[in-house]
């Protein structure tokens, strides 16, 4: 075994207990998922709140990725989320959607 051999993958879960889409599913093949309600859960891994939105970036330890999750302030839940501390085990569910900027 050599540094240049393939790193061999395993299959992703699409869903895990409770219902939930494994992040490491919607970074594998999210086109499946666009425009779909969806629940993800996992451990805040940053959160800022502004004023009329809050950005929290979540893992689930299926990976090492994360996704962002926007909560809109007409989310009944929206004061409690944009007080979110590193470490928080969160839970949403919503519409997953492309995000318009490259990289995000």
């Known amino acids: 075994m050599s540094r240049n051999d393939p790193v061999p993958t395993k299959p992703v ?6 219902g939930r889409v494994r992040i ?10 666009i ?14 709140g502004q004023k009329e ?6 893992n689930d330890g299926s990976c090492f990725s994360s996704l962002q999750v926007v909560v809109d302030k007409s989310s009944k839940d929206f004061d409690e ?6 470490g928080a ?16």
């Open 81 to 86: 989320i944009s007080k979110t501390i590193v």
């Open 24 to 33: 490491a599913r919607l970074h594998k093949s999210y086109e499946e998922f």
């Open 35 to 48: 425009g779909k309600t969806i629940r993800v859960a996992g451990w805040a891994k940053n959160a800022r």
């Open 13 to 18: 879960a699409a869903m895990s207990y409770g």
């Open 89 to 104: 085990s969160l839970q949403f569910t919503g519409t997953l959607i492309k995000s318009p900027a490259k990289g995000q």
């Open 53 to 58: 939105m809050c950005f929290v970036e979540i």
